[in-house]
């Protein structure tokens, strides 16, 4: 079974940066997708940003667009997600997922087949 390994979260100042990190481990697949989705209290889990492989296509949320970049490293299994110019608005436990069928539908939780536990991110004003 595919395990993923969130982490790189803390606390950190508005309009300070952190950079999130998603190890996949007994994972083998030419073609997949890794999203990172957050969930803030009482609200519903909504994608943040997710990244495509092999061919690396991205995609953010326009809340993220120009704050956010989503990268890959292949050969560690694992993504990144740079988050700068933070806001307090981005508190929330963010968590990546993949997605072994790539399904069109990157924003929809049921498309990923195997969640991360977590990595909580507080922004303070």
């Known amino acids: 079974e595919v395990q993923l390994q969130a982490s790189g979260g803390g606390l950190v100042q508005a309009g300070g940066s952190v950079r999130l990190s998603c190890t996949a481990s007994?994972?083998?697949?030419?073609?997949?997708?890794i999203g990172w989705f957050r969930q803030a209290p009482g609200n519903e889990r909504e994608g943040v940003s997710c990244?495509?492989?092999?061919?690396?296509?991205?995609y953010y949320t326009d809340s993220v667009k120009g704050r956010f970049t989503i990268s890959s490293d292949n050969a560690k299994n694992t993504v990144h997600l740079q988050m700068n110019s933070l806001k307090p608005e981005d508190t929330a436990v963010y968590f990546c997922?993949?997605?072994?069928?790539?399904?069109?539908?990157?924003?929809?939780?049921?498309?990923?087949?195997?969640w991360g536990q977590g990595t909580k991110v507080t922004v303070s004003s």
């Open positions: 007994s994972f083998e697949r030419d073609a997949y997708g």
């Open positions: 997922a993949v997605d072994i069928q790539r399904s069109a539908a990157v924003w929809t939780t049921t498309s990923y087949d195997f």
């Open positions: 990244i495509n492989s092999p061919d690396g296509d991205t």
